[in-house]
């Protein structure tokens, strides 16, 4: 069992740069494929980043360039830093847990706008 607790939302201007942290509790986290998630208001959940166990990385297209996904086994911790954001990546984010079953985070609030 995967417990995740995500951190580092809030209210952003546009242009401007957040960093989500979601901690992990439990065993064997450098095995977790590891991934951020988000669902904007009437939409439905889509993948933003994920980071396997190799450290190999994937994007999606909208965020390329923008965002980028880490993670620290030493602190059990996944990491997404969030640069030049825009009022489109206004969602709740969620912090996703994969091996042998996938868990979730409570979510966090980002809200980008002027």
């Known amino acids: 069992q995967v417990q995740l607790v995500e951190s580092g939302g809030g209210l952003v201007q546009p242009g401007g740069s957040l960093r989500l942290s979601c901690a992990a509790s439990g065993s064997g986290f450098q095995l977790y494929t590891m991934a951020w998630y988000r669902q904007a208001p009437e939409k439905q959940r889509e993948l933003v980043a994920d980071?396997?166990?190799?450290?190999?990385?994937n994007y999606e297209d909208s965020v390329k360039g923008r965002f980028t996904i880490s993670r620290d086994n030493a602190k059990n911790t996944v990491y997404l830093q969030m640069n030049n954001l825009k009022p489109e990546d206004t969602a709740v984010y969620f912090c996703?847990?994969?091996?042998?079953?996938?868990?979730w985070g409570q979510g966090t609030q980002v809200t980008v706008s002027s």
């Open positions: 996703n847990a994969k091996r042998f079953g996938s868990y």
């Open positions: 980071i396997t166990a190799a450290d190999r990385t």
